[in-house]
């Protein structure tokens, strides 16, 4: 089997660290990147300001990490678009998104929205799929979107495009983290963002994509079925451990991130095992059925 090839290839992206800091994708939505670049968050948390121009009120998504700067700079923005935030909305637990959110909540005198109560905090309101939240001016559609964390939301704006959170990002491919990762839920979501016909991609990491995003989401699926003919293939000769995988299977990859590409393989073994094309051992090696 040939490796999918990436379509953001013949994008016009910004090259890694050249992520603008403010960015405004449309009228409806601002971006503004966090500082805490790194091998997984890629440039940066995005944060994103949601609400109608003139409206007077945004929805914070994601505020990212509890950063005095980072504050500062979605103050200016509020100063810019005169505006006061009504709500924040969490897209799933992970830290580099969640862990502003109650601190940033109670400053600004509102209610946290997110996919686990612990996320939401005393007070908050915990979202699921098919709901709306409508505020500032506008209204944004929860779309449950689990796989990558079981908590995992995303969040269709009224123009058609879609926060994604780490369901998709910018650059490269999410991570389905073991246990509490599932690639089975991470397929069937991608689908059901696909069948959205999204207008545009809001990721959490990276760049927005604003082009054929539906080819982003058809490689994304075809890069997992080649991670999973890879690891089959690995196992062809004998049983490997899962850092014997890794080795095999991300060569190619910085060794930086293999500990999360370790997670990634242990949640698509998880995924071969429940198809029963694969067989846990001994010693934490795995075998074919």
């Known amino acids: 089997m040939d ?15 050249e992520l603008p800091r403010i960015a405004e994708p449309e009228p ?21 300001l949601v609400g109608a121009p003139g409206s007077g009120q945004v929805v914070v998504v994601d505020p990212g990490p509890d950063d005095d700067a980072h504050l500062a700079a979605v103050r200016e923005v509020l100063a810019a678009r005169d505006a006061e935030v009504v709500a924040v909305l969490v897209t799933h637990h992970h830290g580099d998104h969640a862990e502003a959110a109650l601190p940033w ?9 997110a996919g686990s109560g612990d996320v939401a905090g005393p007070g908050g309101r915990v979202l699921a799929d098919g709901d709306t939240v409508t505020l500032a001016g506008t209204s944004l ?48 979501s991608l689908r059901r963002v696909h069948r959205l016909g999204p ?14 995003v539906g080819a982003v989401l058809d490689f994304y699926t075809a890069h997992r079925a080649y991670r999973e003919w890879q690891l089959l293939e690995a196992l062809l000769p004998e049983a490997r451990t899962v850092r014997e995988l890794v080795a095999h299977v991300y060569a190619e990859v910085p060794q930086a991130v293999w500990p999360a590409a370790e997670q990634s393989t242990r949640a698509t073994l998880a995924k071969l095992s429940a198809t029963g094309q694969v067989v846990r051992g001994a010693d934490d090696s795995w075998r074919l059925a």
Do not use: I, K
């Open 105 to 113: 909540a109670a400053r600004f005198g509102v209610q946290v929205a």
């Open 141 to 188: 559609d929860v779309v449950a979107t689990p796989g990558h964390t079981r908590d995992h939301l995303a969040f269709r704006t009224a123009s058609g495009s879609v926060l994604v959170g780490d369901h998709v990002l910018g650059r490269g491919t999410s991570v389905v983290t073991h246990p509490e990762g599932d690639v089975l839920a991470y397929l069937d």
């Open 3 to 17: 490796a999918p090839v990436d379509p953001r290839r013949s994008w016009s992206l910004p090259a890694p660290g």
């Open 199 to 212: 207008s545009s991609l809001y990721c959490g990491h990276g760049p927005e994509l604003t082009e054929d």
């Open 28 to 48: 409806l939505v601002t971006r503004l990147l966090a500082p805490n670049p790194s091998p997984m968050t890629l440039d940066g948390t995005n944060t994103y």
